[in-house]
């Protein structure tokens, strides 16, 4: 049973930064893409980043140059460094763990950015 668990999200200012954190247990983890989706309200759900087994990343158009994505597969862990909070970048942040068909989700993290 593949578990995904969040962590790290809060209120910041903007111009802060956040780290999230992503834990995994359960399965292959080296084997599989990692991803950090966010969902604001209203709104889709979209990709922020993500980071391929093989060690490539891909990030949506808002978060280059601000976020960076990275995993340790020894721990089973991913992260997402987000700098230069702006207001819209408040969201749940979600994990999401992937290899062709089997898909995992995480709960969330909630990420306000407000002064």
């Known amino acids: 049973q593949v578990q995904l668990m969040e962590s790290g999200g809060g209120l910041v200012q903007p111009g802060g930064s956040l780290r999230l954190s992503c834990a995994a247990s359960?399965?292959?983890?080296?084997?599989?893409?990692m991803g950090w989706y966010r969902q604001a309200p209203g709104k889709q759900r979209e990709l922020v980043a993500s980071a391929t087994s093989g060690g490539s990343t891909n990030y949506a158009d808002s978060a280059k140059g601000r976020f960076t994505i990275s995993r340790d597969n020894a721990k089973k862990m991913v992260y997402l460094q987000m700098n230069s909070l702006k207001p819209e970048d408040t969201a749940v942040y979600y994990c999401?763990?992937?290899?062709?068909?089997?898909?995992?989700w995480g709960q969330g993290t909630q990420v306000t950015v407000s002064s």
């Open positions: 359960g399965s292959i983890f080296s084997l599989y893409t």
């Open positions: 999401k763990m992937s290899r062709g068909f089997n898909i995992y």
